[in-house]
């Protein structure tokens, strides 16, 4: 396995980084003495396999600069920053990471969702600063019963139902289709969920018509009551009309792990406390990174041996 030339693009994972040096012949992105555009030209014959992730991705620019690329092997399940479209065209393959992340990031929905309604990061920092012994807290809103609307029932958005039913909510859904199998309701029009939503909560891939799927009227649906939490992808919401909706209470809160322009989430929402900002953590559990990591190297080594992948994305 040797031979294979793989590109790492960041330092995911030390472990990753680790095992992909012991199998292969690995070149380190971020390490290039020179620019990454002169360091990938120097290697770009050599380079036939590319490691990545969400935050960086494998542009049209990389692409095309690594003549000899066979294989683009994300770190993620998402795959919304890798041109999929020159993949196909030059018949390089694409592998992700489904199903080993969803446990993870559904959790976290449910930990934005607590964390948003019941306030748990304000009274945190309340505590902390010794306001607990002279000061009141506001009343929090309650989670359990609430009536919660999911973009998206697909592994994660499926998984995040299932949690939330142990909470008593009514759940919902929008998506492209409805699912014949299944039990909660489903809304045509994302309007709709969103109107009948106490906590909005967005699953769905980002693509081109997901891009600002959640605009002004999808927002002023949800109302000054609501929440919406974002645990996919941060173009999926129109950031600047969330900001505005938040900064002028014609949103209830906010729970986001995503933003549009990471790791720069919008400033003005620092100082709202009903908004709770995670940086793209979704799936960071020691356990479920040590799999993703598992799952990208077999998917690798089974393209050298000339296997089928494990999880082709193309
Ligand atoms: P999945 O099983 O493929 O689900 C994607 C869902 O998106 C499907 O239910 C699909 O429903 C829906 N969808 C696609 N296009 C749509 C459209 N135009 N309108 C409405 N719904 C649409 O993927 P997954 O494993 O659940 O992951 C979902 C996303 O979560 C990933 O793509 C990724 O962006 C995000 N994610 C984030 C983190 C994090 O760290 N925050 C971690 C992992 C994943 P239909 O096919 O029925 O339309």
Redesign the pocket.
């Known amino acids: 396995m040797g031979t294979l030339g793989v590109l790492m693009t960041f330092p995911m994972l030390p472990y990753l980084e680790e095992e992909l040096a012991k199998r292969f012949n690995l070149f380190r992105l971020w390490q290039s003495p020179t620019t990454k555009q002169e360091f990938l030209r120097q290697n770009s014959h050599s380079i036939r396999a590319v490691v990545t992730s969400s935050r960086v991705g494998a542009g049209s620019d990389m692409i095309e600069g690594l003549p000899k690329l066979e294989i683009v092997s994300t770190f ?3 795959f ?1 920053s890798i041109d999929l479209r020159k993949c196909r065209e030059r018949g390089i393959r694409v592998t992700n990471t ?1 199903d080993v ?2 446990d993870d ?1 559904a959790d976290l929905a449910i930990g934005l969702i607590l964390s948003t309604l019941r306030r748990i990061c304000v009274l945190d920092r309340y505590v902390r600063s010794g306001f607990w012994k002279t000061g009141h807290s506001e009343l929090a809103s309650k989670f359990s019963g609430k009536s919660v609307g999911i ?7 499926s998984a995040i139902a299932k949690r939330a039913e142990a909470f008593s909510c009514p759940i919902s859904y ?4 409805e699912k014949p199998n299944s039990k909660y309701k489903y809304y045509p029009s994302i309007i709709e969920l969103a109107a009948n939503s106490q906590v909005l909560v967005i ?5 081109e ?2 891009r600002h ?1 959640v605009n002004r009227e999808v927002i002023e649906a949800l109302g000054p009551k609501g929440v919406l939490v974002n ?3 941060g173009p999926i919401v129109d950031e600047p009309e969330l900001v505005s909706a938040l900064l002028e209470g014609r949103l209830g809160g906010a729970g986001l ?2 933003f549009d322009n990471e790791p720069e989430p919008p400033k003005q929402l620092f100082g709202l406390d009903n908004v709770v900002l995670l940086p ?4 960071e559990t020691h356990e479920t990174c040590k799999v993703m990591a598992d799952l990208v190297i077999r998917n690798l080594e089974a393209h050298v041996l000339n296997k089928p992948l494990l999880t082709p994305v193309v």
């Open positions: 993620s399940v998402g919304d489904p992340l969803t990031v973009v998206g029932l697909g592994r994660i958005g929008f998506s492209r289709s699953a769905c891939s980002l693509t018509e997901t799927i645990i996919g992808r792990d995503v793209h953590i979704g799936s």
